[in-house]
């Protein structure tokens, strides 16, 4: 047996060499495949009848429904429908944490669906917020909060608050930047509202490192995902949906 063992020892670096491809991967092609309701015209009985009771109890869960969008949204960059929305409802939210933020950034690869036209339902959000990232605060001067909007537009575009604007270049360079039609002043102190994941520096935007007077809340109820959805509930309470427009907020100069 020693002996084997010894010679299947010396014969595994030579087939492991002898296997090596001599291809080489030429190019890579990703695509999108949307599975959608599509794939319900014809169904697998049997499929559909092993999954009932398991149906049941997750329509149960992600069926109720929190409120109603007035249109179709797709997390994008620079800028899109959706980034600005949940960017605001952080600022609406900041009242509920005694906190009066001066503006608020939310990535836009923390946005990881997109947003029905009409009925919105918990599984809606919970697919559009996944993650357990929760909202949070720290203060940035006028010069660390360049070097943020810097790096969002290093990145193409992230989601920002109403009243933010950055013009950018198309290699992704910042040009300007105003918040409420004013310039940043380097030595005064502003407020941010975010979520607990970016303070790490994380999405490339490095400068939340050094932020100051960080409130970090983790009480469940601090996620986004339920945030999001007691906005959702509180424009339901008043008759309204919930919309967003493309402001100009960030733009990329030609």
Known sequence: MKARNMAW???LPLLA???KSHYQVADIHRTRIVVDARYDAQPDQQAAEFLKPYKHVVDSIMGPVVGRSARYMTPDRPES?????VSDILMWAAKSYNETPDFAVYNKGG????LPKGTITYGDVLDI???ENKIAFGTLNGAEVMELFSQIASTGGEGVSHG???VITPDKKLLEATLNGEAIDPAKDYRIATIDYLLGGTDKMEAFLKCRNVVSPQEKM????FIIMDYFREQARQGKEVDAQIEGRITVKK
Request: charged residues 20%; contains cysteine; glycine residues 0%.
């Open 17 to 19: 060499a002898s296997c």
């Open 81 to 85: 429908e959706l980034t600005n929305l």
């Open 129 to 131: 917020a996944p993650f």
């Open 9 to 11: 020892a010396l014969m």
């Open 222 to 225: 601090s996620n986004t995902r």
């Open 111 to 114: 946005v990881r669906a997109d």
């Open 164 to 166: 933010v604007r950055l």
